[in-house]
């Protein structure tokens, strides 16, 4: 898992509350267990015709949001089925920050298992960032992770609160097998001892 410690660049605002992982990333992407390539999925629905042809009219389609890094969304993102698929497409798409005022649980676990920060800020915060992000490439949004800040491109400053476990975590790149790796001496010694104190097992 790459690690996350500082991030900026435009933020797309996403003002639409209860995105489901429908939404992110719709079933018929769901036959693959591969995480790469599902970022063409990423919002399809909303983001292409029946044809296939871009929907003008949808925030990531717009030449100002281009290589977006960073997403505003509305209230509870994430809701609905527990797929990592969704996770997945927003990493592969170059999304690597949501920010909202609240996310479904099992999103929320799933972003830091999967590189991506996501960010819960007052309802007042996410006003002031949402007016920020619908700017375009004129407003540039930066993260700092180590410092738990987000801050717009008129030079304000708003705080944010992370768990420490997940923030080290973050940080330093580790997912779940990072973090077993990070005790392999451990475990080697425990396997060794095991093996001259049990030599039947």
Request: glycine share 8%.
């Amino acid at each position: 898992m790459d690690k996350f410690n500082k991030l900026s660049g435009v933020a797309a605002p996403l003002p639409i509350i209860n995105i489901d992982t429908d939404m992110i990333i719709p079933k018929d992407y769901l036959k693959t267990i591969k995480r790469t390539g599902l970022g063409e999925g990423l919002f399809a629905e909303m983001r292409f015709n029946e044809d296939g042809s871009p929907k003008q009219d949808f925030v990531l389609n717009k030449p100002a949001y281009k290589d977006v890094k960073i997403l505003i969304a509305g209230e509870n993102f994430g809701c609905g089925s527990s797929r990592e698929h969704a996770p997945w497409a927003l990493v592969d798409y170059g999304i690597r920050c949501v920010i909202s005022t609240s996310f479904a649980d099992i999103f929320y676990n799933n972003c830091f298992k999967n590189g991506i920060l996501p960010i819960v800020v007052s309802p007042e915060n996410l006003e002031k960032l949402m007016d920020d992000a619908s700017r375009g490439s004129n407003a540039v949004v930066s993260i700092d992770l180590e410092a738990q800040e987000i801050k717009g491109p008129d030079g304000g400053t708003i705080g944010f609160d992370i768990d420490p476990h997940r923030k080290h975590c973050m940080l330093n790149g580790l997912d779940d097998i990072g973090l077993t790796l990070e005790k392999a001496s451990s475990i080697d010694a425990y396997e060794s001892k095991a093996a001259t104190n049990r030599p039947w097992a």
